[in-house]
């Protein structure tokens, strides 16, 4: 059976941050992830994973400034994005090693190939840079609807530019969500680049809301992971249509199933 985890960037929003850890813990996760932990001290929240018995599973690098959404496509930034990558490396080895997801950035306005050059070279420094840490770096397409100029958008290009850079510790985020809005097709994409995927996340399309609402069929989607031998966790990255306390029905009915531990 699957196992979940809570992404505390998105959900329990109706707390102050450190105080979603145990909301989670209330709820039955046992397990969180979040976009960026850095205004709290890793100390700080090493405490509060240990007070909660919670596993952190996953964190971004620093998005950067405002309009920028990530550091590595784009160009005259590297030397703030190697920082970035430093800074989510020390906070993971402090917090039990999550992945860390490195946040391409938003690169419309940058020449494609120019883009392109500064993220395959932020990638191999990023990758160089954990060598030895027991982290894990991660990929994640972000569709152009809800992030237009995002520099990857496709879990295909994603599964591209691991090929091409020849960067195979790289694992790719597969945001159900993102995949669907930019491509659809899901549970062929999932089988497709399976052997890639790093991280998976839930979330209803096209609203991003419960994931029992919208297009997608969960139950088979989930199905087809555990076919496949998924044995990580799974991501809940969604906006909840009211108190998150009481968005859970989707859990409860993937239990009923026997597909959520």
């Not at 160089?128 to 995002?150: F, K, Q």
């Not at 239990?255 to 531990?261: C, D, E």
Request: net charge negative.
């Amino acid at each position: 059976m699957l196992k979940f985890s809570a992404n505390l960037s998105i959900l329990f929003t109706e707390l102050p941050f450190l105080e979603r850890f145990a909301a989670a813990r209330r709820a039955g996760f046992s397990a969180v992830e979040c976009w960026f932990p850095y205004e709290h001290a890793a100390a700080t929240l090493r405490q509060v994973l240990d007070d909660n018995a919670l596993t952190l599973v996953g964190i971004n690098t620093a998005a950067g400034e405002a309009g920028q959404w990530g550091l590595a496509a784009l160009p005259g930034h590297e030397a703030a994005f190697d920082r970035s990558v430093r800074q989510a490396l020390d906070y993971a080895q402090a917090l039990g090693q999550p992945s860390v997801h490195v946040m391409a950035g938003l690169a419309g306005h940058v020449p494609a190939a120019d883009a392109q050059r500064s993220y395959h070279a932020g990638l191999e420094r990023a990758v160089r840079l954990a060598e030895g840490s027991g982290v894990r770096l991660l990929i994640e397409p972000l569709n152009g609807r809800d992030r237009p100029g995002y520099f990857l958008s496709s879990v295909d290009q994603a599964a591209e530019v691991i090929e091409r850079t020849g960067l195979t510790s790289l694992r790719i985020m597969f945001d159900c969500y993102h995949v669907q809005v930019q491509q659809g097709d899901l549970i062929a994409r999932l089988r497709r680049h399976f052997a890639k995927v790093g991280h998976i996340q839930i979330a209803g399309a096209p609203a991003r809301g419960e994931p029992d609402r919208g297009e997608i069929n969960y139950p088979e989607v989930l199905r087809e992971a555990d076919r496949l031998g998924w044995s990580g966790w799974i991501g809940a990255e969604y906006r909840p249509s009211g108190p998150t306390a009481e968005s859970f029905g989707w859990l409860h009915e993937l239990r009923r199933l026997g597909i959520a531990a």
